[in-house]
Each structure stands twice: as C-alpha cells, then as structure tokens.
C-alpha cells in the first residue's frame, strides 16, 4: 500500500482521473437503454434529459462563490460523492420526472468536479510537462471506463442484473472510494492565490470561443451519436458497452501519445485534424446507413475528443496563473450555453431528420477550424491570437 508521504498531488489528480469515468461511464452506458426500455423516452425526452443534465455545467461559474468557504481539493472530494450518490439512486425511479432529478444530481458532482480537477491539473503542473502528463490522465480514464463497460457487459449479459443493481452498485463504490480519497490524501499545498470573483477577460476571446463550439459539438455525439445506435441500428446494452470498450481500448493505447503529439506540434496543428476529422465525422453520421460504419465513425470520433488537451494547453499558456481557478469555471460555463438548449432544440429536429442533426455537427466543426488556424505558433499572454484585438477585462 502507497505510503502517505508518498503521495503528491499527481496521484491525486490520478485518483480522480480513475475513479470519475469508471462511475460516471456506468451511468452513461446505460442511459439511452433505460430511457428507452424502463422510462419510454423518445428523442425528445432524451432531449430534454440532457438538457437537464447540463445545467449544472452551465451553473460551473458558482464554483467560485463555493471556494469562498471550501479548498478546491475538498470540493473535488465532496463533488465526487455528489455524483456517485446520484448514479447510486438512478435506477429506481424509471420514469421522467425522477430520472431528471436524479441526473441533476449526479450532473452538479460530475460538473464541480471536472471544473476544480481542471483548475488544479493547471495549477499543479509545470507548463512544459501538462500535455504529456494530460495524455496520461487520458490513458488512465481509458482504463478506468474499459473496466466499467466490462463489468457492466458480463454483469448485464451473463448474470442478468437489472439496471437498479447496475446504478446502484456502481454509485455505491464511488461513495465508498469517496471515502478512502478523503481520508488517505494530505491536503495539499496551493498554487497561485485565485482569484474569487467571476473573471472575463477579452484577450480570452478565442479560447471561450473554442470552448463554446467544442461544448456544442460534444453534446451533438454525447446525445445523439450514441442515440442513433440504439434507435436507428437496435444496439443493445451488451453492444453499446462492446462498442465502448473499443473506444477505451483505443484511448489507452493512443492517450499519452496523442499528449506527446500536441506537445510537439503545438496547439494550432492538433486543433487543425482535431476539426478535420470532426468535419468528416459529422458528415459521416449523417448519411451512414450500415451498423458497422456507424461504430467506425463513432470510434474515430470519440479518439478526437482527447485533442481537448490542446484546448488546455493553449489557455495555460496565455493565462495569468492567478485566473485558473475562475477561468475553469467560466469555461465550463461557456461551453454549456450551447449544450443547455442543443439537445433539447435538435431533439424536436432529430424527430424530423437526423440528417439535419448531424450536418448541424458539420458547421460547428468548421466553424472550429477556422477559428483554431487563429492560435498563434507560440501563444503566451499577449500573443493570444493571430489577430491585434484590444484588451478590455472585466473581472
């Protein structure tokens, strides 16, 4: 057993790297499945349920007004076990109404956590090191959510467990690793002194920008990717989980690679066939009419997700250290503007033409594109983009 004095916050962003997917993945795999089977949901209740879903992303900016009376570690820990009692619970109320209660729940965990784990990780890490040391948590997720989808494959298809047993079984062990984090991790040291007030600043334009589109696009595969291979192809529990297993597989063996790659060739380029393929993705989607395509198209785009690496890399790299904190928050909350009203929105359009969905996928892509050619070769604060914009903050 690791001794305490051995510890250091990289085994603790570590901790949370591992534990967040291997709960969190439990719950999504099974989500469009019971929606469909236990609740009756059609498209647009799945609409509906994710917008739901990212309010609390969009509310990520309260996580200041938290930290006036909170440490970041303490909140990440307590965030958590938020989310893991909320996956705990879902299960047992397979209608609408408590399913979207419950998935707020689970969703304010899963939001506060991802926003003060990123906060941390920049604030921890050296800047020359956090590409490589991101595309290692990437690997470390891959493992971590490759074991929820096993566990949840054999425990679904061979023994038969019901989804209640599932949610609660996988809530209940993140409560219980909850726990053991608290009460084995020393409590840190801190970085900067953050600042604990909402900051805006206009020499962040590009950055919010990216995060804006990248929000928009990761609700259009979250939501309606994975909804089309259940509605349109009849993907099972057993074939859903399979088919993420691939991905996971994929992501451990490529994620320290692809942290190597940004780190090598910079954050415009990884940006540039991040939004080319997702252009070619999207497309994809939207005219696929074979099963075994569609899970191709669905494996390639989840691989682009960890190019979110250079997107992170970027902002520490303009940023004033004492902004990370404030800045994770708003940026979680910028990048839910688009994913409060998408679902619910493209939702009504998915029940007419899921072609229209998907090409919808292809213009934020492109729009992503144009604005990732803006990031300089070497972006630093005052080089934030190619373009000469007068600085005005508020903060």
């Not at 209608?95 to 899963?110: I, N």
């Not at 804006?212 to 009849?234: L, P």
């Not at 991905?247 to 790659?261: D, E, L, P």
């Amino acid at each position: 057993m690791t001794k305490r004095r051995e510890l250091s916050p990289e085994s603790l962003l570590l901790a949370f790297a591992f534990m967040m997917p291997l709960v969190f993945s439990v719950w999504q795999v099974l989500l469009n499945n019971f929606a469909v089977e236990m609740a009756s949901f059609t498209g647009r209740e799945i609409g509906i349920l994710q917008s739901v879903r990212e309010i609390p992303g969009f509310l990520a900016f309260t996580v200041i007004f938290v930290l006036m009376v909170l440490s970041e570690q303490t909140l990440a820990i307590l965030s958590l076990g938020i989310m893991s009692a909320g996956v705990a619970i879902t299960g047992f109320w397979p209608s609408a109404m408590p399913l979207y209660l419950t998935t707020v729940l689970m969703s304010v965990g899963f939001h506060y956590l991802e926003t003060v784990n990123q906060s941390l990780t920049l604030q921890w890490l050296d800047k020359k090191k956090s590409a490589q040391f991101m595309g290692k948590v990437i690997s470390v997720k891959a493992v971590s959510a490759l074991l929820a989808y096993g566990v949840v494959w054999v425990l679904m298809e061979k023994f038969a467990v019901q989804y209640k047993q599932m949610y609660l079984l996988a809530g209940s062990f993140g409560v219980l690793a909850t726990l053991v984090i608290w009460f084995t991790f020393p409590r840190f040291k801190k970085g900067e002194t953050q600042h604990k007030k909402i900051v805006l600043k206009s020499r962040y334009w590009l950055y919010y920008a990216l995060v804006f589109c990248s929000g928009a696009r990761r609700q259009i595969f979250m939501v309606f990717a994975g909804f089309m291979m259940v509605q349109k192809f009849g993907y099972s529990v057993g074939d859903i989980s399979l088919l993420f297993i691939v991905n996971y597989v994929i992501n451990m063996a490529f994620g320290k690679k692809i942290g190597h790659f940004v780190s090598k060739v910079g954050e415009r380029k990884a940006l540039t066939v991040e939004y080319i393929g997702l252009i070619l993705v999207f497309g994809g989607y939207a005219v696929v009419t074979n099963a075994h395509v569609a899970a191709g198209l669905y494996v390639v785009d989840h691989l682009l997700f960890a190019m979110a690496i250079a997107r992170k890399t970027y902002f520490q790299k303009i940023a004033d250290p004492k902004d990370l904190a404030a800045s994770s928050g708003i940026s979680f909350t910028i990048g839910h503007i688009a994913a409060v009203f998408i679902p619910f929105i493209l939702g009504i359009v998915w029940l007419k033409s899921p072609f229209a969905v998907f090409m919808i996928g292809v213009g934020f892509a492109v729009t992503s594109l144009m604005l990732a050619r803006l990031i300089p070769d070497n972006p630093a604060p005052g080089r934030e983009t190619t373009l000469v914009v007068p600085h005005l903050q508020v903060a």
